[in-house]
């Protein structure tokens, strides 16, 4: 995987300071640092005029009242004061740049996008061929309520399920949610247009959809909007219209499972490989190390033919003019344009500080400012050009990297990854966090500490890289590693059995 694009310099790990870029006038620190200290960052040598905690910023040069402040070689917001050498630079002295709503202009980046011209297709995994072309990664059987009404009856189906037809398949697991009835207009049917993409994700062999009966999203509504289905994939229980409805949703289990068996693992392209990217509780190194492996590795798999999906719109503000400069046409470029000013208005249409981000942990490990968590968050996407814009259960239909609308939630986001396709998700974390989707769910530590006091979370260490690990040897063995996840190598979420769902809201509950 020599071909990989690096998305951040080389470097110095053996000082406390790293510097993203050549043009970056602060470093990040990788300890404590205390005042006094003297660090090399790059060609800058520095001596602490302040404490810096451990992934927080400091001044690599004089910085005056109102000018920016640049990392990762772009602007991060300006100095509310003047910044002094070697001073800890943080929310108490740097504001955002950013304002409300912008006019956006399409410039491609040819250099770039002339880079993945080429198609090279000699990596595979061992996965579970549909009939209909997608391929899966995971043969299970997912139950999935219409209505949170029949949650409990769900869970209890799946478990029993497992005990008796549980041999030949990776599980039956139930995706329980709140959603599915007292809900009006476009939020009802987001909650539709959800179940309806989670129900299609490849990784399920089999689907039982549960209804109550009476619920709004009733089958006789849901229905269409679920549109053409293989009924010997996917069958119906409407719990009200049958006496006992674990004997009568067993059997239609039965036969799932007995459809689902029959299909074997075998040898796949790594082009029907798609890869959902998603962080949580980042911190000062999240962008430097997880989320830039992350994009070596999506512009790897896109070099191969595969296909990636970035979201957290809110989390691409301020680094946006990366992405659209990347858009493969004009037309890309103006779905890019509303899937970012769209996400602006539905703030406004509440009354909400678009801006308002990063979170107090967030804060906590480092980052001060929207733009400084953007930039690090769409490292996750590389250099690879952006194909297409995805809308709430839209599948992708073109390998490349795919940006789909959706908020920074955890949960929330990764519902929306797997109801679009994903057959797995790259979960990033400086803080870190146990939750898994219905899909295998890597989580990759940003630091070392983390890491070792996590392990039963932590999947992959990409806090290695600070400790002199060259990043090309490290992407090459993550890219492993997904291949081996793809063929069948649990994750910690699945070991552990951390699998949830939870559906966007956006209305009146009556």
């Known amino acids: ?22 043009s970056d006038t602060v470093a990040v620190s990788l300890k404590d640092l205390h005042a006094g200290e003297t660090y090399m960052a790059g060609p800058f040598e520095v001596t602490l005029e302040s404490d810096v905690p451990f992934g927080h910023k400091v001044a690599v040069t004089d910085i005056v009242e109102g000018e920016h402040i640049i990392k990762y070689g772009q602007p991060i917001g300006h100095a509310l004061s003047a910044i002094k050498k070697g001073q800890h630079v943080h929310t108490q002295n740097l504001k955002t740049n950013l304002h409300d709503l912008i006019e956006y202009s399409y410039h491609p980046n040819t250099a770039v996008l002339d880079k993945f011209r080429d198609i090279k297709t000699d990596r595979h995994f061992d996965g579970y061929v549909r009939p209909d072309g997608s391929v899966g990664i995971r043969n299970e059987i997912w139950i999935i309520p219409t209505v949170g009404c029949v949650n409990m009856t769900a869970s209890k189906l799946a478990e029993k399920a497992s005990l008796l037809y549980g041999e030949n398949l990776d599980g039956f697991f139930a995706y329980t949610h709140n959603m599915g009835c007292s809900q009006l207009g476009s939020d009802h049917e987001t909650t539709q247009l959800l179940l309806k993409g989670i129900i299609n994700n490849p990784n399920a062999g089999g689907v039982l959809v549960l209804s109550l009966g009476c619920e709004n999203n009733n089958l006789d509504n849901f229905k269409p909007v679920l549109g053409a289905y293989n009924p010997d994939r996917v069958k119906f229980l409407v719990t009200q219209e049958v006496e006992d409805e674990y004997e009568e949703g067993l059997k239609l289990l039965k036969e799932l499972a007995d459809y689902a068996s029959s299909m074997k693992r075998e040898k796949v392209s790594a082009d029907k490989l ?8 980042s911190d000062g190194f999240s962008g430097i190390t997880a989320n830039a492996l992350c994009g070596r590795v999506n512009d790897a798999l896109v070099r191969q033919g595969g296909t990636t999906i970035l979201t957290e719109v809110p989390e691409m503000f301020g680094a946006e003019t990366l992405l659209m400069e990347r858009a493969v046409s004009e037309e890309v470029f103006e779905d890019v344009v509303d899937l970012i000013n769209n996400y602006k208005k539905y703030f406004q249409r509440y009354n909400q500080t678009i801006y308002e981000n990063p979170s107090p ?9 929207l733009e400084d968590k953007s930039l690090g968050c769409v490292q996750k996407g590389g250099q690879a050009p952006v194909v297409g814009v995805l809308g709430y259960g839209e599948h992708v239909k073109k390998n490349g990297l795919n940006l789909l609308t959706g908020s920074g939630n955890d949960q929330v986001s990764c519902t929306n990854l797997v109801a679009s396709g994903a057959q797995m998700i790259l979960f990033t974390t400086g803080r870190g966090n146990p939750f898994g989707s219905p899909v295998p769910t890597v989580k990759i530590s940003s630091n070392t500490g983390l890491y070792n006091r996590k392990k039963h979370w932590i999947d992959y260490n990409a806090g290695q890289i600070l400790e002199g690990k060259d990043f090309n040897d490290v992407a090459d063995d993550f890219f492993d590693y997904l291949m081996e996840v793809a063929s069948g190598k649990q994750t910690c979420n699945e070991m552990n059995g951390y699998r949830e769902i939870s559906i966007f809201r956006d209305g009146v509950i009556l």
């Open 1 to 22: 995987m020599s071909d990989i694009i690096e998305t951040t310099n080389e470097m110095d790990v053996r000082s406390g300071l790293i510097l993203i870029s050549d």
């Open 274 to 281: 798609v890869l959902g990217f998603k962080c949580g509780g």
């Open 361 to 369: 942990g967030n804060k906590k490990g480092g980052i001060s400012t």
